[in-house]
């Protein structure tokens, strides 16, 4: 079975910290992402990523960037965090584009509250 | 722009059928798969569709029609631990976009 990891189930920070919240996979897939999750507002994508150092913007990237320099981490980071980005936040992993059926899969989510 | 309608609630009976619909309005779309997700807990993939037509899976099926724009979820012999939110994610060109979910209670 796939294994998303997240570090943390639950987080607490403070506004203008800089936030890193962390994924490995165990799957050696490429492809990973992270969303964001509010309610009535479903998934929202932020960054993608489909290989190691390469990184493609979501529908929402603004007060996000991300890192992976190597295959099986993906992280977020928040530069300077906000009460708006107080949310549930998930990260997914599946093979390359050439299997579009493949579905991906999702680690448990870090609920962050930016106080 | 990408515009995904299901309902936000619905509520059925244990054993009873239920039918949980998605509308879409997306260019290059590729399939369209739903996820299952408790509250609390990470999405879990439910199906995939990318041709017309019905997908049996247990107690489970997923519909598909291109032409219409339109998705449904179906699922039999309801029991209590199905109460959870269910997400209609069109692929559209390699990226899965997501709709708001439907939260499903059996009674």
């Known amino acids: 079975d796939v294994k998303v990891t997240q570090s943390s189930r639950y987080l607490v920070k403070r506004t203008g910290e800089k936030v890193f919240l962390e994924c490995v996979q165990d799957m050696d897939h490429e492809n990973m992402f992270w969303y964001r999750q509010d309610p009535g507002l479903g998934l929202r994508l932020i960054y993608f990523s489909y290989d190691v150092k390469m990184k493609e913007k979501g529908d929402i990237p603004e007060g996000y960037s991300v890192s992976r320099e190597k295959k099986e981490r993906f992280s977020l980071i928040l530069e300077s965090a906000s009460t708006n980005q107080t949310s549930m936040y998930l990260c997914?992993?599946?093979?390359?584009?050439?299997?579009?059926?493949?579905?991906?899969?999702f680690g448990d989510g870090t609920r962050l509250s930016i106080l | 722009g990408q515009n995904i309608d299901q309902p936000t609630e619905m509520t059925a009976t244990e054993g009873a059928i239920v039918q949980i619909n998605c509308t879409y309005q997306t260019s290059g779309f590729n399939g369209l798969f739903w996820y299952q997700q408790h509250a609390g807990e990470a999405p879990t993939f439910l199906s995939y569709?990318?041709?017309?037509g019905l997908e049996e899976k247990g107690r489970f099926s997923s519909f598909l029609s291109r032409s219409k724009g339109y998705s449904y979820l179906l699922l039999k012999e309801l029991q209590m631990k199905d109460s959870a939110s269910y997400l209609c994610?069109?692929?559209?060109?390699?990226?899965?976009?997501f709709g708001a979910g439907t939260r499903l209670t059996v009674k």
């Open positions: 997914a992993s599946s093979p390359p584009d050439r299997d579009l059926h493949q579905p991906q899969h």
């Open positions: 569709n990318v041709l017309d």
């Open positions: 994610a069109p692929l559209v060109n390699n990226d899965m976009r």
